[in-house]
């Protein structure tokens, strides 16, 4: 019995010891080589045939302590997240490089606990001799740092 409540008490200090380091930690998430399809660019035959783009996204975020207590209500969900890029991309037409990273990083900060996010977006074969163009953009969340 006494080992029970020994590892119990280990525990509850484990537990209180990453509640208090999470207040001031935070995470990342990295969502790698996501290849997707979409209409991109302004040339007549980008405007109908779909294009292949390769997603790289990144996404810090403020730990809370219920997340590191498992509490799912509280985590920031990556599957959703690539879920809703997923549909925002394949579904959308766009002129510009520039536009399809700049929507693509507005959803990836939404989450109110993000602070930081990065997207880039490679177009492979856009250009004869290289093997893709990339654009990337950040977004910083300057009330989370003000904290």
Request: net charge neutral.
């Amino acid at each position: 019995m006494s080992l029970r409540l020994h590892s119990v008490s280990e525990k509850a200090r484990s537990t209180r010891h990453s509640a208090d380091t999470c207040e001031r930690s935070s995470a990342s998430i990295h969502v790698k080589n996501l290849r997707l399809r979409t209409l991109i660019g302004f040339n007549p035959e980008e405007k109908i045939k779909r294009q292949d783009v390769v997603i790289n996204i990144e996404v810090d975020y403020r730990l809370s302590s219920s997340v590191l207590d498992d509490d799912v209500s509280e985590a920031l969900n990556y599957k959703s997240i690539t879920k809703k890029v997923i549909e925002f991309v394949e579904n959308g037409s766009f002129l510009l490089l520039e536009k399809l990273v700049s929507d693509v990083l507005g959803i990836c900060s939404e989450h109110p606990s993000v602070e930081r996010a990065r997207v880039t977006i490679d177009k492979p074969h856009a250009l004869r001799f290289a093997d893709s163009v990339s654009l990337s953009m950040s977004y910083v969340n300057n009330k989370s740092n003000s904290q």
